[in-house]
């Protein structure tokens, strides 16, 4: 089947081929109005399988919400806005989360989105607070519907629900094959969509390095420079335990960023931000990074810590391998430690910690610059790319990924010119506001 240019035209923008069966089949039904599940493995491309066909159906004569889309974190909310905002088509979309100022939600929902994207208490909060009309929107997405219901979101998801009087299409999105769907989810006859059992993994490979000591934290520092410049997370069970493995990588001149959910919302964005843009190739994590963060271009991931269950397992090796790309699952592993039956039962490849060898290859170095002034300023990335290849004189390979957000920017430069365009940049102007450019 051949795609239409207006899909053609987005793929292109996220350097996509074509779409994938399971996003085929998603956006011929949800273009039908029916209710659907979709069962798709996480790196599968399930937020653009439910965008595409949701924004063809908006209506540009609205000035209401038309969708509403409740996710499980700030960070898969951020996400889906960006992709979204990404896709071009025109329409406003805001994303109201946990960690902010409420004041910025009410600032963003002056002027009423097509397409609002939140977590399900604050969601119910700008219900509770604002004057919303609700009887615009037709379509609610669940995105990771089962994740919201572990972490405790029932009662708020149930509340929206039985709050919008006019929703003609649900859509639930889920990794997992056990989720149990709710009953007030009100679906209708829904069709289902199911590519978990049809995914072979061939793209990713499974290896198991042994380490000779319990503690492995040398282990882990020879495995990391046997990897060179590959960007990749490293997991570990507890945020106590990544601490020390944190402390143990900075005394050792490792670059890398944690992220856990003991951390400050602000400090977890700019973490990602960090790993996004190259200024660090690694990512600690908790299992709080193994669902609904579209990390890009992840080589590996490596279980520092064997996980507890099968879903964890499954969930942090989606991180890599992603839309069809390659990618290695290392599994950390003390010799006399034995393997859960689900590991044991792949029978991955097995590889002793001295056969590593150090990988010297290097690669030039980002760092991250802040920018005081975002979406709210009228600035985009076009904006921030022309003011440092005009003004600041940076070559085309100086200038890396560059993130727009409400109230700010950040843009990733290469190391060794980031000096002189600061020099060159700051205190200039950016449609109609004077911005400040730093380090972070």
């Avoid at 994938?20 to 996480?42: C, F, H, Y």
């Amino acid at each position: 089947m051949s795609l239409d240019k207006y899909t053609r035209s987005i793929l292109d923008k996220f350097e996509i081929k074509d779409l994938n069966p399971m996003q085929k089949k998603a956006g011929q039904v949800i273009r039908k109005n029916e209710d659907v599940v979709i069962l798709s493995p996480t790196g599968t491309g399930k937020t653009l399988a439910f965008l595409l066909p949701l924004i063809e159906k908006l209506d540009t004569d609205c000035n209401e919400i038309q969708a509403l889309i409740l996710v499980p974190s700030r960070e898969l909310a951020q996400q889906i806005e960006q992709v979204a905002r990404k896709m071009g088509s025109g329409f406003k979309i805001n994303s109201v989360y946990g960690g902010r100022a409420g004041s910025l939600d009410k600032l963003d929902l002056k002027h009423r989105p097509a397409i609002l994207i939140g977590t399900p208490g604050r969601v119910v909060d700008r219900f509770r607070r604002d004057e919303l009309s609700l009887e615009y929107i037709q379509t609610l997405i669940l995105d990771e519907f089962d994740k919201s219901l572990e972490i405790g979101f029932k009662e708020e998801m149930k509340e929206i629900i039985e709050t919008l009087p006019s929703v003609k299409q649900r859509i639930l999105t889920s990794a997992t094959q056990d989720s149990q769907i709710p009953k007030f989810a009100r679906l209708i006859f829904p069709v289902f969509i199911d590519y978990l059992q049809n995914t072979d993994g061939s793209n990713l490979k499974i290896k198991t390095i042994l380490s000779p000591e319990k503690d492995k934290l040398q282990s882990l520092e020879k495995v990391i420079k046997s990897l060179g410049n590959q960007p990749g997370i490293i997991f570990c069970n507890f945020k106590d335990a990544l601490g020390r493995v944190s402390d143990y990588l900075d005394n050792k001149n490792i670059n890398h960023e944690c992220f856990h959910g003991g951390m400050e919302q602000v400090d977890r964005e700019l973490a990602l931000i960090k790993f996004r843009n190259g200024t660090s190739q690694l990512l600690l994590a908790t299992d709080l990074a193994a669902r609904g963060l579209d990390i890009p271009e992840i080589k590996f991931i490596l279980h520092y810590h064997l996980p507890l269950h099968e879903k964890e397992f499954t969930h942090r090796n989606g991180r890599t391998a992603r839309m069809n790309k390659e990618g290695v699952a290392y599994i950390l592993q003390f010799r006399e430690e034995p393997l859960p039956d689900f590991i044991e039962a792949i029978a991955p490849e097995t590889q002793e910690i001295d056969e590593l060898k150090p990988d010297n290859s290097t690669s030039p170095k980002w760092t991250t610059l802040h920018i005081t002034g975002g979406r709210r300023d009228k600035i985009s990335k076009g904006d921030i790319a022309g003011l440092f290849f005009k003004q600041g004189k940076a070559e085309r390979d100086q200038v890396g990924v560059i993130e727009v957000q409400q109230k700010s920017s950040f843009v990733g430069v290469h190391a060794d010119a980031s000096e002189i365009l600061i020099e060159k940049t700051n205190n200039s102007r950016l449609k109609k506001k004077k911005v400040r450019i730093s380090y972070i």
